[in-house]
């Protein structure tokens, strides 16, 4: 009598050994291209099937090439998971951790992004190569629970013998996709893994839950920035004339004024301040909001914009900047980092290089990444008034600095070098 997939394909059933046995007989009839002793589940029969027609060998490796860190900084920053990972981490590492696993985010590649767990776990998931920036996708890494998940687009566990390439027989991981709860389009994937021996059914189960959640959180922060940018931007729409909107960086409405709204603007990949031309509306005026976007339809003559900007540094608690707009002004609060970064721009009106502000922030010329990193999160509100290549304030742009009434409490709590500089020299 034929077994069942269901008896096959749940090890941790009564008689999982001779489920494994079974398994692994029928994986390799698959791969011999005779017939089966049982039939695999659905999905892993679905993705057996696409892995053979890539052409990937089974007694491969799962090594690969891993992104450089940068790169891998760059998708974390690029990633909407990455304000999300605490929650992630409250959910299932310290379960992962207890039961001898490891918690993996990929992005929407499946390229690894975080990871983190039990020590051990983590030091054999080396061999594997499952670490960050390696690449897990079907069609470099054959089936497994993250590759699968993400072509099936579907939560879903692989066990032993069900990955393809049999250097992963030893491991059992279950995966999940996180879609963004606003348009549906995948995030990126959450997975469980572990040595074969930690196997348990309701892995999955778990996974899907914290999937879920992680979503929610997503919809509930981005709720939260619309009622942020919104609060900012109503007071300015009520005093323009004619068509315009706020948006956030995605384009998501927050505020409208003098035509229908919409729940989305399409915005161009990469949004510069200025004149753009958006299909759905014409010549518009962009410019940026803390949190989005301000929108002017050209229904007629546009003046450039006054442009000026106040970096307030005389209160330690409460480091502001204040940026003039062509309907009145917004204030951005400071991290103490970023008004560090602001403080050496303004000190060189002629800009700054990475590898420049890295000295004048840390005394390490090296640290490009982070310097890069910290200026990019800035240039999401002060697009309009920061320069690149090299970094410094725009042509044009009047700058102010107001510092405390003691030259020498400058920033007192901060050790850049470009700061204690000018804390010596008062």
């Known amino acids: 009598m034929e077994t069942s997939p269901v008896d096959v394909m749940r090890p941790a059933a009564r008689d999982s050994d001779r489920a494994t046995r079974l398994l692994h007989r029928a994986r390799e009839a698959r791969m011999a291209g005779q017939r089966m002793p049982v039939q695999p589940r659905a999905e892993i029969g679905a993705s057996w099937d696409r ?18 860190l940068e790169e891998i900084e760059h998708r974390r920053r690029s990633s909407a998971l990455g304000e999300i990972m605490p929650l992630l981490s409250d959910g299932l590492v310290s379960i992962a951790d207890a039961s001898q696993q490891i918690m993996v985010v990929t992005d929407v590649e499946g390229r ?65 996709p996180v879609r963004d709860p606003r348009d549906g389009r995948l995030m990126g994937i959450v997975d469980i893994s572990g040595p074969a021996n930690t196997f348990h059914p309701t892995t999955l189960a778990l996974v899907g839950s914290v999937a ?40 998501w409405l927050a505020a409208v004024t003098g035509m229908p709204p919409v729940d989305r603007l399409p915005l161009p990949k990469s949004v510069q301040p200025g004149r753009v031309w958006l299909p759905s509306l014409g010549m518009c005026r962009v410019e940026p909001l803390p949190g989005g976007w301000l929108v002017q339809v050209a229904d007629g003559a546009m003046d450039t914009p006054p442009r000026r ?15 003039v707009s062509p309907v009145g002004t917004w ?47 800035l240039r999401r509100h002060l697009a309009e008034v920061l320069a690149h290549r090299p970094y410094r304030f725009g042509e044009g742009v009047e700058v102010e600095v107001i510092g405390p009434e003691n030259p020498g409490d400058l920033l007192p709590r901060s050790k850049a070098p470009v700061v204690v500089a000018a804390r010596d020299a008062s």
């Open 51 to 68: 892995v053979l027609r890539s052409g990937i060998d089974p007694e491969q490796t799962t090594q690969s090439v891993l992104l450089e």
């Open 112 to 176: 690894v992004l975080w990871r983190q767990g039990n020590t051990g776990i983590l030091r054999r998931a080396d061999d594997i190569c499952l670490a960050e920036g390696a690449a897990w996708s079907e069609e470099i890494t054959g089936t497994n629970a993250i590759g699968t998940a993400l072509a099936s687009r579907a939560p879903v566990q692989v066990h032993s013998a069900e990955h393809f390439v049999r250097s992963l027989h030893g491991w059992t991981c279950a995966a999940a």
């Open 212 to 251: 879920r959640l992680a979503e929610s959180e997503v919809r509930t922060r981005h709720l939260q920035a619309i009622d942020r940018l919104r609060s900012v931007a109503a007071p300015m729409l009520c005093r323009l004339g004619g068509r315009a909107l706020a948006v956030d960086a995605n384009g």
């Open 309 to 323: 900007v106040v970096l307030d540094l005389s209160m330690p608690g409460s480091l502001t900047v204040n940026v």
């Open 331 to 377: 204030t951005q609060r400071l991290s103490p980092r970023h008004a560090e970064l602001l403080y050496a721009l303004a000190r060189c009106p002629e800009g700054r290089t990475a590898s420049e502000l890295a000295e004048d922030i840390f005394g390490d010329p090296t640290r490009t990444v982070t310097v890069r990193a910290e200026i990019s999160r």
